[in-house]
């Protein structure tokens, strides 16, 4: 089926997400939506999708206008969507999933669970999916997960099938196989639109490429343009992400980490035996694919789990069982990966957020209660400082750009006496410039002769920060290499290939 | 430049304007209203002498009107002198005992509207009024009856078994809380069923009770040396307990808004996950929150309990725990706010005797209030009958939005 | 496939066997070894009766004597082995069936209701009986509730339905003389109650909880309104609806103990003995019920497929009114012959630890719901009987019993994810 969009746009407030955007997907083709964080990417799937209401524009499928109210129109016409985030119910099973919403059913509304198992198996079968109707989904692997979303696509007839990042929680040979999917049902006449912000993804599987920045089209490719060329237009300008960093002064061994092993639920291995240093006035990159135990890493340095064994020292203080509490106060810096599910408190003033890890004690709490004065001294000090832009610091955080929270939770942190800089995706989520500033502030961090710990699933980012790094692959540290390491042997090692 | 001037002055009144229109107080004073206005519609077709009019309505409209403003009149003169000032009264002295009675009446409201408030902040619901009522009731009754101790001491002692017996109420619940996860909510109905019967028992056993008088569960008087003195003379029956309560509000005041701890409880209410991140321990501020909480229903047990000559039995709590809920909600949970939302349902407790002698069933007032809280905590609703402006800053608890569908970003 | 049983593997990201849950298997073994100790070591000897039937029944069955630390010998021995057979369950890593604590909860309530009756006799009819009364408005303020919860609604205010349900049906049926006419005035002021509490919590977002208790607080307020300003006055011509009569099913009605309980009630029950198949029935083997429950794990997923959610969740919780003001009907035409003020007196709040003490199931919330009937019945009987405990401190077994079982079984996923989560759309 031939999609086409013409002149979507779809404002939230004063935020413009998508700007007369055009776009056409031939059938059978693959067609690559690219564009970094934030560009409008998934607005204007969810726009397609019936998920939200186009201010402007027109969707056309086989040339023919159609307006979606909602996605059981869009699904009606044809069109299905993996979305990034599985809408799946985990304690249903693969067939109640697939079957949901048209549920077939025998008299009186009963369901009929034999035709929707066969629905299951058949559809599997076609794409060679081997799916047990009856599992439970949430006893499943993530990359089967995204099978059971395909083959609820799939059920419903769907000919333009919409991937949202669909890779994001994939491992490299679960990638692998979904572009092989990909591929096959390309083959069948199935148009497929792409969404992704990896370059090398678009390249391997694309048969169109549309850029988009700012939530407007800036440009088609073919999928022999070059990464640079492609990169280029997603950022706007040259991808030039290294800082300039002088060479680290190297320090005494600071932060030692030593046989860390952490159990998850059901007995899973998600830190298996880590062992690692960062040394006064280096920073160290843990880099690695989404989901291979960084987000733990993290999470057991800065106290927030507890049942780990091995050991965690900093300066020759043992931090492995303290509280979160202790740690921060024995000058651990914590930028933590999602800043508004863990860094802030949306609600909170700009002032309030800059005490919201020191609430205990001096320099704001007193027994008289909290000493406003200091802390707005602290927060116009790190507004000016780090170029926040705010109403004031009297303006709730929420209301801030993501860029500027960032700024917050950074200016936060550095504000402490650091004996070590802890950073999860420091800048996931963050428009270019903000991405500079934030990696010039880490550097300076560095230089003070502070040891930095620098978590990111970004490969351009861990090279631009790393005098070292050390790559993750299913709860194991299964290589440190120097920052130099060719981009092609850090993919490598990503992927688990340790020879 | 002076256009300019005057441009960004106009848009500043506009907005001024708008804050006032999609603001608190103005709102506010629109749901009172329309709480009002439903509550006459109760008063009037309740009335008898309105419903015989009614029967010959379109021959003699005028009969209806004249039985139905007799009707609201009524009940309106009942709840000021009940309230306010009788003004059937032989004396200035006796005039103002309705307006004592009204402040005596808000005390326990005011005290318990904090205690709900509190957990509402740190994003709980104490349902447990009761139960920590009775216990902080049943408590410092065993205190007051059964230790004697001279006056001063005796009060004090008698208050602070009080506040043990609700703190340790308040405590279960946040304790099960925290280390099972318990739905709080749930946990403490329970806990006011189970307050009920073991507060009940004990006003039949020698504990509580002066086994000579029979099986009806029923407590000891309490010592002279253990009740709280009355303040204004021996006219009007307003206690030094009182004065606790609006003390009560200046402490909570300095709790959440000034000190370290209100910020933390706060924190953990608004985002649990960001708390944790910065090192507070959420569990034990959820313990915390229940217990303090528990403090100030625990005062509100003791208005009822130790703020009285006689004795009582197990309903000493008069619903006041579920009260201060509806008190906490039409305060916005604000030190200010839940002092006058108590002071208004306060009003209405003190009516109910002057509401039942005018033949206006006081329950009317009950209706009022629940009606009011209603429309309080819906703004839409309220913006959509009065048809005000949408608020541009969306900072309403109920209507704080999380983007669902943008998605996060990832690699 | 066999569970490996021992030891971490060492591979990367190896796979441990998952851990045992021990927490059931504990609580079943605490106690029957409780019941050993209270109904053996404390046990009394005096023999006891349990009656069947009365003497002028058809069949008529002779009492059973016995003795009470015998009875408790034996309950507490087979207590022990469920017990026992529950570890076996969890060393395999399994759940443990609900039927074996089942058993242990019979066997002790059957062992406390024999030391209570010592030296006298146990009239099992009229215990079970008055059960089954007790029970039925707090049955179908439950069903009321698990509709709501799995549909992602917290339905706190089914105490103003049972409540609303009461006061419609009482007078209704006064006026009307037509119970059938008054059984849907009851439904149709639960649904619309329900609609209130929907309304207010899908359209203007307001928090769940607090709804339903101002709800609570305006419907206690406007029927105590009525009840003093009219019914008070005129009970004859507004309140003095009598019951529904006793529908005694021919044949079944006379066999000894089962007969008057299941087959010798009154209309309410009979729906009350319908419904809590038939909702289990609609909530997992059909496409509404199916759809229910993906609205209360996930309403977005739900969304995605087509299915609209907030209109859904608002007729489905109002349709479960429905089932909540029949519940307040069983309590005036079904059970008292008139309204009282308050009558509902926290039914409403029991029906909702029975939503949770029964897992979010209709048969299982309808048992949890037996259980405090049984308990309020116990208390009753007990009295009577001259129990050595006081009835004060029985009566609150049953929430002790909630608060025990919902603090073991919180830590465990069970409830539907998306409950009491407004659903906010762009």
């Not at chain 1, 198992?117 to 006893?139: N, T």
């Not at chain 1, 650091?418 to 880490?442: C, M, N, W, Y």
């Not at chain 1, 070292?468 to 090692?493: K, N, S």
Request: hydrophobic share 50%; proline share 5%.
């Amino acid at each position: 089926m031939k999609l086409e969009l013409r002149g979507i746009t779809k404002r939230f407030g004063s935020l413009v997400a998508n700007d007369g955007i055009d776009l056409v997907v031939e059938s059978g083709q693959i067609h690559a939506l690219l564009g970094e964080n934030g560009a409008g990417k998934s607005t204007l799937m969810n726009v397609l999708f019936g998920l939200y209401q186009p201010d402007e524009g027109e969707i056309l499928l086989d040339d023919v206008p159609r307006r979606f109210r909602g996605p059981g129109e869009a699904m009606a016409a044809g069109i299905g969507m993996v979305h990034q985030h599985f809408m799946l119910i985990p304690v249903f099973t693969v067939a109640e999933n697939v079957m949901l919403g048209h549920e077939p059913t025998r008299a009186g509304g009963v369901l009929d669970l034999p035709a929707a198992r066969r629905l299951v198996r058949e559809i599997s079968e076609r794409f060679g999916f081997d799916l047990d109707p009856d599992a439970r989904v949430e006893d499943l692997p993530v990359g089967v997960q995204q099978r059971v979303e395909i083959v609820k696509a799939l059920s419903r007839d769907a000919r333009v099938l919409v991937l949202d990042e669909p890779t994001a929680v994939l491992t490299p040979q679960e990638t692998d196989e979904l572009m092989e999917t990909m591929r096959r049902l390309a083959g069948s006449g199935t148009s497929i639109v792409f969404i992704t912000h990896k370059l090398r993804e678009v390249k391997a599987v694309a048969d169109t490429i549309t850029v988009i920045r700012l939530g407007r089209v800036v440009g088609e490719a073919p999928p022999t343009a070059s990464t640079a060329e492609l990169a280029t237009m997603m950022v706007g300008r040259d991808v030039e992400l290294t800082v300039h960093k002088d060479p680290p002064r190297l320090g005494a061994e600071a932060f030692v980490v030593d046989g860390l092993t952490l159990f998850g639920a059901g007995g899973v291995r998600l830190l298996d035996d880590l062992s690692f240093s960062v040394r006064g006035g280096e920073v160290l990159a843990v880099a690695g694919v989404q989901g291979n135990g960084q987000t733990e890493l993290a999470e057991v340095i800065v106290g927030l789990r507890s049942k780990a064994s091995g050991s965690i020292r900093l300066d020759g203080e043992e931090l492995l069982g303290r509280s979160v509490r202790h740690v921060l106060a024995a000058g651990v810096g914590f930028v933590p990966e999602d800043r508004k599910a863990d860094g802030l408190v949306a609600e909170f003033s700009l002032a309030e957020n800059i005490m919201l890890d020191r609430s205990y004690g001096p320099p704001f709490a007193h027994w008289y209660g909290i000493d406003f004065r200091a802390r707005d001294a602290v927060a116009e000090r790190a507004v000016e400082d780090f170029d926040i832009r705010t109403q004031g610091i009297g303006a709730p955080v929420g209301r801030l750009s993501g860029g500027n929270q960032q700024k917050v939770v950074i200016a936060r942190e550095l504000e402490r006496d650091l004996k070590l800089l802890l950073a999860s995706q420091p800048t996931r989520g963050v428009d270019v410039g903000s991405i500079e500033f934030i990696h010039e502030r880490i550097v300076e961090v560095r230089d003070s002769g502070v040891p930095v710990l620098i978590i990111s699933t970004e490969l351009d980012e861990v090279m631009a920060l790393a005098d070292r790094i050390a790559v993750m692959y299913r709860g194991a540290i299964i290589d440190i290499v120097p920052a130099d390491t060719p981009r092609e042997r850090l993919g490598q090692l990503m992927a688990g290939v340790v020879a | 430049m002076v256009d300019l001037e005057d441009e960004r002055r106009r848009v500043d009144w506009r907005e001024v304007m708008h804050r006032i229109a999609a603001g608190g107080p103005l709102r506010t004073i629109l749901a009172m209203a329309l709480a009002l206005v439903i509550g006459i519609l109760f008063i009037v077709f309740a009335n008898a002498d309105v419903q015989r009019t009614l029967g010959y309505f379109f021959a003699q409209p005028g009969d209806f009107f004249a039985a139905a403003g007799k009707a609201i009149a009524d009940a309106g003169t009942a709840l000021f002198n009940g309230s306010i000032y009788n003004t059937k009264a032989k004396d200035p002295v006796a005039g103002f005992r309705p307006l004592t009675e009204t402040l005596r009446f808000s005390g326990p409201l005011i005290a318990a509207g904090l205690g709900v408030a509190l957990t509402f902040r740190a994003g709980l619901f104490n349902i447990g009024g009761q139960g920590q009522m009775l216990m902080a009731a049943a408590w410092s009754s065993f205190a007051a009856s059964q230790i004697h101790l001279p006056y001063g001491i005796h009060l004090i002692v008698a208050m602070l078994f009080g506040f043990a017996g609700a703190a340790l109420w308040g405590w279960i619940a946040g304790f099960l809380k925290a280390k099972t996860g318990a739905h709080e909510v749930i946990v403490t109905i329970m806990l006011n069923y189970i307050a009920l019967s073991i507060v009940t028992y004990l006003m039949r056993t020698p504990i509580l009770h002066d086994m000579s008088k029979g099986n009806n569960p029923q407590t000891l008087p309490p010592d002279a040396t253990a009740v709280f003195p009355k303040i204004l003379g021996d006219d009007y029956q307003l206690r030094l307990s009182f004065i606790l309560c609006i003390l009560a509000v200046v402490v909570y005041w300095w709790l959440m808004r000034r000190s370290a701890l209100g910020f933390r409880l706060r924190m953990v209410g608004l985002n649990p996950d960001a708390a944790r991140a910065a090192g507070i321990n959420v569990e034990r501020t959820w313990i915390i929150a229940m217990v303090v909480s528990a403090l100030f229903l625990g005062l509100a047990g003791l208005n009822q309990a130790i703020a009285r000559d006689g004795n009582f039995n197990q309903h000493v709590d008069e619903g006041i725990g579920f009260d201060g809920i509806t008190v906490a909600l039409l305060g916005n949970s604000s030190p200010i706010g839940v002092m006058f939302a108590g002071m208004l349902f306060g009003a209405f407790k003190a009516a109910s005797p002057a509401m039942q002698s005018a033949d206006v069933s006081p329950d009317i007032l009950g209706i009022l209030q629940a009606l009011i809280v209603l429309f309080i905590a819906t703004p839409p609703l309220i913006r959509a009958i009065f048809r005000l402006p949408e608020p541009r800053e969306i900072t309403d608890v109920g209507t704080r939005r999380k983007p669902q569908l943008e998605q996060g970003s990832a690699s | 496939m066999t569970a490996p049983a021992t030891a971490p593997s060492s591979s990367l990201g190896g796979q441990l066997a998952a851990p045992r849950s021990w927490r059931v298997p504990i609580v079943l073994a605490v106690v029957a070894v409780l019941s050993l100790i209270w109904f053996v070591v404390f046990g009394k000897d005096d023999p006891t009766r349990f009656t069947w039937s009365d003497p002028g029944d058809v069949l008529y069955l002779d009492p059973t004597p016995a003795n009470p630390r015998v009875l408790g010998i034996v309950l507490g021995v087979l207590s022990l082995a469920a017990a026992a057979a529950s570890f076996r369950w969890a060393w395999r890593r399994r759940p443990v069936p609900v039927w074996l604590s089942l058993i242990v909860g019979i066997a002790f309530l059957v062992s406390l209701v024999a030391w209570v009756g010592a030296g006298g006799q146990i009239t099992v009819e009229s215990l079970l009986t008055s059960t089954v009364s007790l029970s039925t408005a707090i049955v179908l303020g439950a069903l009321a509730g698990v509709i709501g919860e799995r549909v992602g609604v917290v339905n706190i205010a089914i105490e103003a339905q049972l409540l609303g349900g009461a006061f419609t049906a009482a007078v209704v049926a006064t006026t009307t003389h037509s119970y059938e006419l008054a059984l849907v005035a009851a439904m149709i002021t639960g649904a619309a109650i329900s609609a209130v509490l929907a309304w207010f919590a899908i359209t203007f977002l307001v928090d769940q909880v607090v709804v339903g208790v101002v709800l609570i607080a305006l419907v206690t307020a406007i029927t105590n309104f009525f009840y003093q300003q009219v019914l008070a006055d005129n009970s004859a011509q507004f309140n003095d609806p009598g019951t529904l009569p006793r529908l005694a099913i021919p044949g079944l009605a006379d066999i000894p103990v089962i007969g008057p309980v299941l087959f010798d009630q009154r209309l309410t029950v009979y729906l009350m003995f319908l419904l809590v198949p038939f909702v289990w029935f609609m909530l997992y083997k059909t496409r509404w019920g199916l759809r229910v429950r993906a609205l209360g794990e996930h309403p977005l997923a739900a969304d995605t497929v087509g299915i609209k959610v907030n209109r859904s969740r608002f007729w489905t919780v109002t349709l479960a009114g429905l089932i909540a003001g029949l519940g307040g009907a069983s309590l005036t035409i079904g059970y008292a012959g008139a309204f009282v003020q308050e009558m509902s007196a926290g039914k409403g709040f029991i029906a909702l630890a029975a939503v949770i003490l029964g897992r979010w199931n209709p048969w299982y919330a309808a048992l949890a719901a037996l259980l405090f009937g049984f308990a309020t019945s116990f208390r009753i009987w007990a009295g009577g009987a001259g129990a050595a405990i006081p009835s004060d401190l029985i009566a609150m077994t049953p929430y002790l019993v909630t608060i025990i079982a919902v603090a073991l079984v919180a830590g465990r996923v069970v409830a539907p994810k998306a409950s009491g989560k407004p659903y906010i759309k762009s």
